[in-house]
């Protein structure tokens, strides 16, 4: 397993911009492929967004398609979640995670073996 460190939550008004990062240690991050989700409170953690271990192929949930941007770069072990035009409904704890299946990008969140502590961002109206 590979251990994920997330940052860059934070207060935003509606319609404002943040930029998640999520640090890969213990391994090469281009050995896994990786994914973004979220919890808000008294809610299920659901998908949000992955990316192939190439980081050729994404896919997004419908709620935040056309927002936000998830990216990696393992140069630096790292992977990135831009989200703009942000709304209220998208205030959560953000978490990043990893998993080894690499032939197929995985929205599910038993399919993840190593997830980080998660970063809360809210956004106000």
């Known amino acids: 397993q590979v251990q994920l460190v997330e940052s860059g939550g934070g207060v935003v008004q509606a319609g404002g911009s943040l930029r998640l990062s999520c640090a890969v240690s213990?391994?090469?991050?281009?050995?896994?492929?990786m994914g973004w989700f979220r919890q808000a409170p008294a809610k299920e953690r659901e998908f949000v967004a992955c990316?192939?271990?190439?980081?050729?192929?994404?896919h997004y949930s419908d709620s935040v398609k056309g927002r936000f941007t998830i990216s990696r770069d393992d140069a630096k072990n790292t992977v990135y979640l831009q989200m703009n035009n942000l709304k209220p409904e998208d205030t959560a704890v953000y978490y990043c995670?990893?998993?080894?299946?690499?032939?197929?990008?995985?929205?599910?969140?038993?399919?993840?073996?190593?997830w980080g502590q998660g970063t809360q961002v809210t956004v106000s109206s």
């Open positions: 995670a990893a998993t080894s299946v690499i032939h197929t990008l995985v929205v599910v969140t038993a399919l993840y073996e190593s």
């Open positions: 990316i192939s271990w190439s980081g050729g192929s994404t």
């Open positions: 213990g391994r090469s991050s281009s050995n896994y492929g």
